[in-house]
């Protein structure tokens, strides 16, 4: 069948069968997740360069290219020096497209660089991907770490489970999303300071009063958030720390989840966190919107798109 292209934007190619994927009960395409992919990079967490979003075409050819030499020159050369990589994984045995038939299933997977390189997994359907992510990690350790050094640990997260068949491709936006904000609201740099409004704390002594308050809960803040990202970059770490002053950076959540409902177990081989270790990588139901309301979203989401980088041709959601 052919289909109508709707929109181009960046690398990405929206036809109009593509947001039919976003319907209510519908499997999400490759096309769709790599169009939020390309608008997080873009728009949300433009200037980072220290995240790198995979497109699942390319976790494909990672997982399933067996030529070291094409599968080098498909992916990106600057890779190595990422700090955080999201890898969408899907179960399909396609190379080239994860949709018609044979691929059922995303997941997650995250790499992080540090001191000790580690992985970290989350399936929204009882880890039913764990091979797949495994065959996706063992080729990238080859690439980023060749034979150097110990084998980089993956740890598998529990983390909310889809109710349906369909929802798994909204999960790991939903997770890519919230895991990327985190770490992206953390380097955060100060805002400058305005040298035409300086402070007169002295005028008025109760301001003094809630400066200093305000500057004692921040530096508290600070110390709960570093204690609760043990395995942070160091450079992000310093990034985390609230002004002593008493100006306030941003509002940062030291991410505790308010709820202690955990998905479905894992297998116990696996390393898998506590309710207690509610550190940066812990995803709960309350982190997350309601998958129905995220395909909402994304149809906005593309309309709006379709509207700013169309010739002019009808958005798909009226």
Known sequence: MNETLLFSYHDIAVYSGDPMSLREGQWLNDAML?????????????????????KPTLVQCLRLQQDAKSLRSALPTDMHTKELIFIPVNNSNNLVHVEGGS??????????????????????????????????????????????????????????????????GIFVILFTDLLSRRYNDLRLPPPPVSPERPRRLSADPDAARRAAYIALQNRRNSA???????????SALSDAKYDSSGVVRRPMSPFVS??????????????????????????????????????TTLQALVNDHCVRYSNGGPAPFI
Not at 41 to 52: A, F, K, P, Q, Y
């Open 34 to 54: 790599s169009f939020y992919y390309e608008y997080l990079t873009h728009e949300i967490l433009r200037g980072d360069n220290s995240i790198l979003l995979l």
């Open 224 to 234: 709960q958030l570093q204690s609760l990202l043990p395995r942070r970059h160091p």
């Open 103 to 168: 691929g059922s299933h995303w997941s997650l997977l995250v790499y992080v660089k540090h001191a000790n390189p580690t992985y970290h997994y989350y399936d929204s359907m009882a880890n039913m991907n764990y091979q797949y992510a495994l065959a996706v990690k063992s080729k990238l350790d080859a690439i980023l770490l060749g034979t150097a050094g110990p084998v980089p640990p993956m740890i598998t997260h529990s983390c909310p489970q889809q109710e349906n068949g369909s929802d798994c």
């Open 258 to 295: 308010g709820s202690a409902r955990e998905g479905v177990g894992v297998r116990p081989a696996m390393m898998v966190t506590s309710v207690a270790d509610r550190t940066f990588w812990w995803i709960d139901y309350s982190d997350l919107c309601n998958p129905l309301k995220a395909r």
